[in-house]
T-cell receptor
Framework: GAVVSQHPSWVICKSGTSVKIECRSLDFQATTMFWYRQFPKQSLMLMATSNEGSKATYEQGVEKDKFLINHASLTLSTLTVTSAHPEDSSFYIC??????????????FGPGTRLLVL | LAKTTQPISMDSYEGQEVNITCSHNNIATNDYITWYQQFPSQGPRFIIQGYKTKVTNEVASLFIPADRKSSTLSLPRVSLSDTAVYYCLVSISSGSARQLTFGSGTQLTVLP
C-alpha cells in the first residue's frame, strides 16, 4: 500500500517551453501533497505544499508564477514548470500524506521526474 | 534557520549494526521524526517514524532522547543492498512557523 506515482519519469525540453509533471496517490487519498527538488549530490528541498481544493503554499525563494501547482482531487497534484530554463534542470519528487494522519508526518514519495532543459 | 545535520558518509561491513544520527536542535513541538532511504535516481522510501523514546519495526529501530534534539536510526545486520543515502525529515520551528526540512543525508556504503 501507499504507492505514489509520477509521470513522466524523465523529460527533455527546449528552453522556454513548459513542462507538466503529474503526481498520483494510487491506493490512498491525500489531502496534502508536497513537491521537492533535488540537485545532484544534495538533499531534497521542499518547494511547495499542495492542499486539495486550495492554493499551494510556496517556500521562500520559490517563484509561484514559475512553478504552478494544481491539486484538483484527493489523488492528483500537478506541477507545471513554466518557461523552463537550463537552471531548472533537476530531479523533481512529489510526496503524498494520507488524509487523516494528523500530526504524523508520514509522507510517501513518488519515484521522481528527471527534467533536463536544453 | 537551524539545519538538520547528519554525517556525510559512513562505511560498514555486511552483518554489522549501523547507527546514523541526525541533529535537529530546533525541532517543532509535537512533530514526528521520520527516516527515509534513497537509492540513486529514485524517490525516498519510508523506513521508520517516531515521536519519542524508541520505535522498532521489521527493518530498523529509531532512538529519540527526551529532549528530541537528535535521533538515531539503527539498522541491524546490514547487507550490501542497504548501500544508499539515508535522510531524516523533521519540522523545524522558525518563530511561529514550521518548516519541513530534510537532513543533509548520510551516504552509507556497505562493504563485503
Amino acid at each position: 500500500g501507499a504507492v505514489v506515482s509520477q509521470h513522466p519519469s524523465w523529460v527533455i525540453c527546449k528552453s522556454g517551453t513548459s513542462v507538466k509533471i503529474e503526481c498520483r496517490s494510487l491506493d490512498f487519498q491525500a489531502t496534502t501533497m508536497f513537491w521537492y527538488r533535488q540537485f545532484p549530490k544534495q538533499s531534497l528541498m521542499l518547494m511547495a505544499t499542495s492542499n486539495e481544493g486550495s492554493k499551494a503554499t510556496y517556500e521562500q525563494g520559490v517563484e509561484k508564477d514559475k512553478f504552478l501547482i494544481n491539486h484538483a482531487s484527493l489523488t492528483l497534484s500537478t506541477l507545471t514548470v513554466t518557461s523552463a530554463h537550463p537552471e531548472d534542470s533537476s530531479f523533481y519528487i512529489c510526496s503524498a500524506r494520507p488524509s487523516g494522519t494528523g500530526g504524523a508526518e508520514t509522507q510517501y514519495f513518488g519515484p521522481g521526474t528527471r527534467l533536463l532543459v536544453l | 534557520l537551524a539545519k538538520t545535520t547528519q554525517p556525510i558518509s559512513m562505511d560498514s561491513y555486511e552483518g554489522q549494526e549501523v547507527n546514523i544520527t541526525c541533529s535537529h536542535n530546533n525541532i517543532a513541538t509535537n512533530d514526528y521524526i521520520t527516516w527515509y532511504q534513497q537509492f540513486p535516481s529514485q524517490g525516498p522510501r519510508f523506513i521508520i517514524q517516531g515521536y519519542k523514546t524508541k520505535v522498532t519495526n521489521e527493518v530498523a529501530s529509531l532512538f529519540i532522547p527526551a529532549d528530541r534534539k537528535s535521533s538515531t536510526l539503527s539498522l541491524p545486520r546490514v547487507s550490501l543492498s542497504d548501500t544508499a543515502v539515508y535522510y531524516c525529515l523533521v519540522s523545524i520551528s522558525s518563530g511561529s512557523a514550521r518548516q519541513l526540512t530534510f537532513g543533509s543525508g548520510t551516504q552509507l556504503t556497505v562493504l563485503p
